[in-house]
């Protein structure tokens, strides 16, 4: 299995960018989708998440700037920034709980995507 985000660059303080995360490989289901971010010097935190029946959850700073979103037919993650400020500015980590076919059944893991560099500079 497989993950790749895209999405990522450079824009100005209030602006916008999407993020994507594709999942690829021998996918049974998919559980959890969810979007961290990683800044120079800090520790990995939680942005958003999303389940299979559609609940999500966001971290205090970006709840109404920030819409996680997925489509189940393309196994992809969406995240949404509006209003990005410098504060933003990160390596962002696409994350799924997965259930992998094997050839015994199934086996559930959890699969990290390559990171995708959003700036937020003027």
């Known amino acids: 299995v497989q993950l790749q985000a895209s999405g990522g660059g450079l824009v100005q303080p209030g602006g916008s960018l999407r993020l994507s995360c594709a999942a690829s490989g021998s996918i049974f289901s998919i559980n959890a989708m969810g979007w961290y971010r990683q800044a120079p010097e800090n520790q990995r935190e939680l942005v958003a998440t999303i389940i299979s029946g559609g609940n999500t959850n966001y971290a205090d700073s970006v709840k109404g700037r920030f819409t996680v979103s997925r489509d189940n037919a393309k196994n992809t993650v969406y995240l949404q920034m509006n209003s990005l400020k410098p504060e933003d500015t990160a390596v962002y980590y696409c994350?799924?709980?997965?259930?992998?076919?094997?050839?015994?059944?199934?086996?559930?893991?959890?699969?990290w995507g390559q990171g995708t560099q959003v700036t937020v500079s003027s």
């Open positions: 994350n799924a709980n997965i259930d992998v076919r094997v050839a015994q059944g199934v086996n559930s893991g959890n699969y």
